[in-house]
C-alpha cells in the first residue's frame, strides 16, 4: 500500500493514541534516565528490587492461574478466588502452629536433618493449603456455579461477587477478624550471599522455587495428562467435547480444583513470606492476580505466569525506577497507579493482553 | 470495529484525566474550606457571644459536676442548674428523654480488623466510664457502638448511622483520624458533640479548621506534640543523626511523620528519605531497599497494625537495616501489632499514650481486670473514659428536670459545658480544653521500648516499660 493511501485511512484515534503513546514512553525513559544518572540505587539495590518483584509476583501469577483457567473454560470470572486463596492460608495456619510448637519448623540450617524436616513440613503445608483451598473451589462450583451454567453471562458473575462476600465474613466467623501470626521460620530469614554484596533471602527462593515448581507441574499436567487434555478439549468447545464422550461437568469440577489447589499452595507462600494472615488478605492479591491474568491475556496459561511476574517485577522496581527522576516525593506510594496504568495501556494496544489470541471479530 | 477505537479514546481520555486529577486534587480540599469558613464567620459570632454569656456559669457547673458524679445521688435542682424554660430556648435544639428514658450515647471506634485491639480497648474505656457514673440524674445510660474501622467510609458510615438517633447525648470516637475527618461535620450538622480518645492528627483542631468541625473535641495528645517528643528523644536520648520515614498516605501518618522531620531537622539531624506505603500494601521490601539506599540510624513509621508489622519483620530481613533503629507512634501501640510483627519488633520503640500511677488508675485496672478479665489492649482506655466522663459531665450541666420527671438537654449548652471544661481530674491527668477543642494534658505520653519478653508474650506483658517521658 502506498504511502499517501495508507495516511488518508489513518484513523484520528489512532493519531491521538499513538502520541499518547509515545508520550507515555517518553516520560518513562526520561524518568529512568534521571533515576540511573543521579546513581542513588546501586547494582546490589536493583539485583533487591527485581527479587522482591519475582517473590511478589509469583505469588501473584499462582494467584492469577486460578482466574485463567476458569476463564478459559467456563468464560466467567471467579471473583470469589481471593478468597479460596485466604481459606486455605487461614486453615493451615492451625496446622502450621502446631507443627511449630512441636519444632518442627526450627532448624540451625537448612543443610542438616532438621532443615531438611523444615523444607518437609513446608511441602505438607503446602499440600494440606492446596487440599482445603481446592475443596472450597470444587463446593463453590457445585453450589453457587453449576446451578447457573445456562445463565446469561452476568448472572455468575454477580454470584461470583457474592461468593467472594458470602467466603469472606465465613472466614470471619471461624477464624475472628484480628491478624494471625504464622510461625517464623527463622532459618528461611537467612540471606544466601553471592559476591560483590548480591543476596537473596532464603524465603524468597522458596517462595520463587515452590512457585517455578508449580507452574512447571500445571503444563505438564495440561499437556500431558487425559484430564488435561479434556479440559482444553471441554475449553475450545464445550458441546463438541460432551459429544465427544467427555463429562463435562466433572472437568469443570476438576479446573476448579486445580485453580483452588494452586491457590492454596500461593497462600502458604505468601503467609510464610509475609506472616500474616486475616480474613481480608484475600482482596488485594486477588484483584492484583486478576489484573495480572489480563495483562497476559486472559484464558491463556503462559500469560497468566507472566503477566504475574511481570506486575510483580512492575510494582517493585518501577516507582523508583521512573518516579524517582522525575522528581515525585514518596514514589512507592503510587505503585498501584503504575500497574493499573500499565493495565490501561495494554488494554489499549493490545486488547487481548500480552499473549492473548488475536481474535478476529470480523470472521 | 470503529467504535472500539473511541472507546480506546475514551479509555485514553479518562486516564489523562484521573492523572490531572490525582495532580490537582491536593488543592481542591483547601479551596473549599476557606469558602466553609466564610459563611460561617456569622454564626461563630454568634456562638462567641453565647460563650461569654455563659462560660462563667459553665465553669462553676462543669467543676461542681466533676465531685458530685462520682456516686453521690444528685438532688434534682443540682441538674446544672439550668430550668426547663432555658434549656428548651436552646439555639442547637433539645433532647427530651421520659421518665423511664435512658440515657443515650454512641460511640465509633474500629472493632474489626488488624486494629480490632486499639478499638476494643478505647470502647472498654466507655463503659468502665458508664458503669462508674452509674444512674445520671435518675437516668440509666446506655451505649450504642459502631465500628467505625480505620477508613473515611467507615467513619462516614458510622456517624451516619449514629446522628440518625435524635436521642444520642454525643458521640465518642473515632480511634483513627482518617475515620474522624467525614464523621465530624455528620455528628456536628447532628447537633451532638464528638469526643475522640485517639485522634491524633493536628488539622482536626487547628486554628483554621472549617466550622463544620465545631463541635469537636479530643482528649487524645496532638501529634505536633507526639512527632516532637519522637524526635527529641531520637536525636538527643539515642543520639541518631540520619533518619528516613514512611507513612502510609492518611492524614494522621503523613501529618506526624511531617512534624518528626522537621523537629529532626530543626535539631540539626539529616531526613534521608520521606517514604510511603499503600494501606493493605504487603511487600515492603522494595521501599525498605530504597531507603536502605539512602543509609538511615532510624525508621520513623508511624502507620498501622497491619503494614506496620510488615514493615517492621521485613526490616530487618533487608540488607543495610539489620541494625537500624526502628521507631513507630500510638497507631503501632497495642499487642496486635508487636504479635503482626513477631521477634523482629524486639528493640523497637513506639511512642504511645501513658497513664501515670494514681489511685483512680488503678481501681479504672482493678475494674476492667473484674470485668473483662484481662488487662488493657492499647493504650486509649483511659483517654476514652476521661472524654465519657466529660460528655457525661456536660450532659448534667446542659440538662434540667421537667415536672414529670424526664429530662431535657439543650444541645448548645452541653457544647458550651464541654468547651469550658477546665482542670478536670482524670485518670490522664488534669484536663482544661482549649477553644479548639484540645483537651489532652499533654503529660500523658512516653516513649515505650519492645523488649524481647514482650515481644515473646505481647498479651501477657503488655504494655511494655517506658524509656522516656517528655
Known amino acids: ?363 | 470495529m470503529r467504535s472500539i477505537r473511541w472507546l480506546s479514546l475514551l479509555m485514553a481520555i479518562v486516564l489523562l484525566g484521573g492523572v490531572v486529577v490525582a495532580c490537582s486534587s491536593d488543592d481542591e480540599p483547601e479551596d473549599t474550606g476557606s469558602d466553609v469558613e466564610q459563611v460561617d464567620d456569622s454564626t461563630n459570632a454568634d456562638d462567641g457571644e453565647m460563650d461569654d454569656e455563659d462560660a462563667d456559669e459553665d465553669d462553676d457547673v462543669a467543676e461542681g459536676d466533676v465531685e458530685d458524679v462520682d456516686g453521690e445521688e444528685m438532688d434534682e435542682d443540682m441538674a446544672g442548674g439550668m430550668s426547663v424554660e432555658d434549656v428548651m430556648a436552646d439555639s442547637l435544639g433539645v433532647i427530651e428523654l421520659g421518665p423511664d428514658d435512658p440515657i443515650e450515647i454512641g460511640a465509633m471506634f474500629v472493632l474489626s480488623g488488624p486494629n480490632e485491639s486499639l478499638g476494643v480497648d478505647s470502647r472498654d474505656g466507655v463503659e468502665l466510664a458508664i458503669d462508674t457514673i452509674g444512674d445520671l440524674l435518675g437516668h440509666q445510660v446506655v451505649l450504642t457502638a459502631e465500628d467505625s474501622q480505620c477508613s473515611p467510609e467507615g467513619g462516614q458510615t458510622a456517624a451516619t448511622r449514629l446522628a440518625a438517633d435524635e436521642n444520642l447525648v454525643g458521640v465518642i470516637g473515632t480511634n483513627c483520624s482518617g475515620a474522624a475527618e467525614p464523621a465530624i461535620p455528620i455528628v456536628c450538622d447532628a447537633g451532638m458533640v464528638m469526643i475522640s480518645p485517639s485522634n491524633t492528627a493536628p488539622k482536626l483542631t487547628a486554628s483554621d479548621r472549617p466550622a463544620s468541625f465545631g463541635c469537636y473535641l479530643r482528649t487524645a495528645h496532638n501529634d505536633l506534640f507526639q512527632g516532637r517528643v519522637a524526635a527529641d528523644f531520637a536525636y538527643t536520648e539515642q543520639g541518631l543523626r540520619k533518619a528516613a520515614t514512611i507513612h502510609d498516605g492518611s492524614p494522621y501518618a503523613e501529618e506526624l511523620q511531617n512534624v518528626f522531620a522537621l523537629r529532626f531537622q530543626e535539631l540539626g539531624g539529616e531526613i534521608t528519605a520521606q517514604e510511603a506505603v499503600n494501606v493493605n500494601d504487603t511487600d515492603m521490601a522494595p521501599v525498605l531497599t530504597a531507603i536502605a539506599a539512602t543509609e538511615p540510624d532510624v525508621i520513623y513509621y508511624p502507620i498501622f497494625t497491619a503494614e506496620g508489622g510488615f514493615v517492621t519483620a521485613q526490616a530487618r530481613d533487608t540488607a543495610g537495616l539489620e541494625d537500624v533503629t526502628l521507631m513507630g507512634a500510638d497507631g503501632l501501640f497495642s499487642a496486635d501489632f508487636v504479635d503482626a510483627a513477631g521477634e523482629a519488633a524486639t528493640g523497637m520503640f513506639l511512642s504511645g499514650p501513658f497513664v501515670g500511677d494514681s489511685d483512680l488508675y488503678d481501681d479504672f485496672l482493678l475494674a476492667l481486670e473484674d470485668k473483662y478479665g484481662r488487662g488493657p489492649l492499647s493504650g486509649f482506655h483511659a483517654h476514652a473514659y476521661d472524654a465519657t466522663m466529660m460528655l457525661l459531665n456536660a450532659a448534667v450541666a446542659a440538662a434540667a428536670v421537667t415536672e414529670d420527671g424526664g429530662l431535657v438537654i439543650g444541645r448548645q449548652a452541653l457544647r458550651d459545658a464541654l468547651y469550658a471544661t477546665t482542670s478536670y481530674e482524670g485518670l490522664t491527668g488534669s484536663l482544661t480544653c482549649d477553644e479548639q477543642g484540645d483537651c489532652a494534658t499533654g503529660e500523658a505520653l512516653a516513649v515505650f521500648e519492645i523488649t524481647a519478653d514482650v515481644a515473646a508474650d505481647p498479651e501477657g506483658t503488655w504494655p511494655p516499660g517506658t524509656v522516656y517521658q517528655p
Open chain 1, 1 to 363: 500500500m502506498p504511502w499517501s493511501r495508507r495516511l488518508r485511512r489513518l484513523h484520528p484515534t489512532d493519531v491521538i493514541m499513538g502520541i499518547v503513546g509515545a508520550s507515555v514512553i517518553a516520560v518513562v525513559l526520561y524518568g529512568s534516565y534521571e533515576t540511573l544518572r543521579s546513581g542513588r540505587y546501586d547494582g546490589t539495590d536493583w539485583f533487591s528490587f527485581l527479587v522482591a518483584g519475582l517473590t511478589q509476583g509469583s505469588i501473584y501469577a499462582l494467584i492469577a492461574l486460578g482466574y485463567t483457567l476458569v476463564y478459559g473454560i467456563l468464560r466467567m470470572i471467579n471473583f470469589a478466588h481471593g478468597e479460596i486463596f485466604t481459606a486455605g492460608a487461614m486453615t493451615t495456619f492451625y496446622l502450621a502452629t502446631w507443627l511449630s510448637g512441636k519444632g518442627w519448623l526450627t532448624a540451625d540450617r537448612l543443610g542438616s536433618a532438621a532443615g531438611a524436616r523444615v523444607l518437609g513440613t513446608i511441602v505438607l503445608l503446602i499440600v494440606f493449603s492446596a487440599l482445603i483451598s481446592s475443596i472450597v473451589a470444587v463446593v463453590l462450583e457445585r453450589v453457587a456455579y453449576r446451578p447457573l451454567r445456562g445463565a446469561p453471562r452476568l448472572i455468575p458473575l454477580i454470584t461470583a461477587i457474592g461468593a467472594s462476600f458470602f467466603l469472606q465474613y465465613t472466614l470471619r466467623g471461624l477464624y475472628g477478624s484480628g491478624i494471625r501470626p504464622y510461625p517464623d521460620v527463622s532459618v528461611l530469614n537467612r540471606e544466601l550471599t553471592f559476591g560483590g554484596g548480591y543476596s537473596i533471602a532464603m524465603d524468597e527462593v522458596v517462595v520463587i522455587g515452590s512457585a517455578f515448581v508449580l507452574m512447571l507441574a500445571l503444563v505438564a499436567f495440561v499437556q500431558g495428562t487425559r484430564t488435561g487434555m479434556a479440559m482444553r478439549a471441554v475449553a475450545e468447545d464445550r458441546q463438541a467435547a460432551a459429544l465427544m464422550g467427555i463429562d463435562v461437568d466433572r472437568t469443570i469440577a476438576t479446573t476448579f480444583a486445580v485453580g483452588g489447589a494452586l491457590a492454596g499452595a500461593a497462600g502458604v507462600l505468601y503467609a510464610l513470606l509475609f506472616r500474616q494472615t486475616q480474613f481480608f488478605m484475600g482482596f488485594i492479591p486477588g484483584l492484583k492476580a486478576f489484573t495480572a491474568a489480563v495483562l497476559g491475556g486472559i484464558g491463556n496459561i503462559p500469560g497468566a505466569m507472566l503477566g504475574g511476574l511481570f506486575l510483580g517485577i512492575a510494582e517493585s522496581i518501577g516507582p523508583f525506577l521512573f518516579l524517582e527522576g522525575l522528581g515525585i516525593p514518596s514514589p512507592n506510594q503510587l505503585k498501584d497507579a503504575i500497574a493499573f496504568t500499565m493495565l490501561v495501556l495494554v488494554l489499549i494496544f493490545r486488547p487481548t493482553g500480552i499473549l492473548g489470541e488475536r481474535v478476529s471479530k470480523r470472521a
